[in-house]
């Protein structure tokens, strides 16, 4: 069975701390793996990885995958009070319906 | 959001009745799914549709029916709610595979 795990999945920080979030997976057919940021209503679309060892980077957030050991990693630097949020990983299926898998997701708090 | 809607935001129904929740976009694009969010769980396939009238389930596809008689509009429907549907469910589409998932803002669904 496809599954996609998060760890932890809730960590407290405070501002300016540097985080790291895991997310593994098990899928029989991987096409792309997607980072998505969940404030208090849809998840946001934070970046789409598809090849190992090519970080991707979107200001303090930075995101990198490793398709041997099948995970990824997301890291936030210096963090801030807005990026409060769950983090959700997913791993898209190679099937014909763009099938994505999502993991339970990392609930990150930022404390002043 | 890039032309999605869900409706209602908001629903407390009674346990039995039927229920539709209703996905609009604006954007015409060809996949559109249900998800529900649910704590520990992430979010999870309900169903999904790759065109009018072409629909498929997903994981947890019990109790629910979807219907697309056209492509901007993709329907849920809870044939008897029962409290264990309480949940939050969004909408999706596929923008692109590069961007992954646009969702909706969601519906808040009660069963009492």
């Known amino acids: 069975e496809d599954k996609v795990v998060q760890s932890p999945l809730s960590l407290v920080v405070h501002e300016g701390d540097t985080v790291t979030l895991n997310c593994s997976y098990e899928?029989?057919?991987?096409?792309?793996l997607l980072w998505y940021k969940q404030e208090k209503k849809a998840p946001t679309f934070l970046f789409m990885l598809?090849?190992?060892?090519i970080e991707k980077k979107s200001g303090r957030l930075s995101s990198i995958l490793d398709k041997k050991e099948l995970f990824s990693i997301l890291n936030i630097t210096a963090t801030q009070t807005g990026d409060s949020a769950i983090y959700l990983c997913?791993?898209?299926?190679?099937?014909?319906?763009?099938?994505?898998?999502f993991g339970p997701g990392t609930s990150l708090s930022v404390i002043p | 959001d890039a032309g999605i809607t869900q409706s209602p935001r908001h629903k407390v129904t009674e346990t039995g009745t039927p229920v539709t929740l209703r996905c609009h976009q604006t954007?015409?694009?060809?996949?559109m799914y249900w998800y529900r969010q649910d704590p520990g769980h992430g979010l999870r396939l309900i169903h999904y549709?790759?065109?009018?009238?072409?629909?498929d389930k997903g994981e947890v596809s019990d109790g629910y029916s979807v219907s697309r008689s056209k492509t901007e509009d993709f329907l849920l429907t809870l044939e008897s709610a029962t409290s264990s549907q309480t949940s939050v469910y969004f909408c999706?589409?596929?923008?692109?595979?590069?961007?992954?998932?646009?969702f909706g803002s969601g519906t808040r669904l009660t069963v009492v």
């Open positions: 997913a791993v898209g299926d190679g099937t014909s319906y763009d099938k994505v898998i």
């Open positions: 899928v029989t057919n991987f096409r792309s």
């Open positions: 598809t090849s190992s060892g």
């Open positions: 954007e015409n694009h060809r996949y």
């Open positions: 549709s790759y065109g009018v009238k072409d629909t």
């Open positions: 999706a589409i596929t923008t692109g595979p590069e961007y992954g998932y646009t």
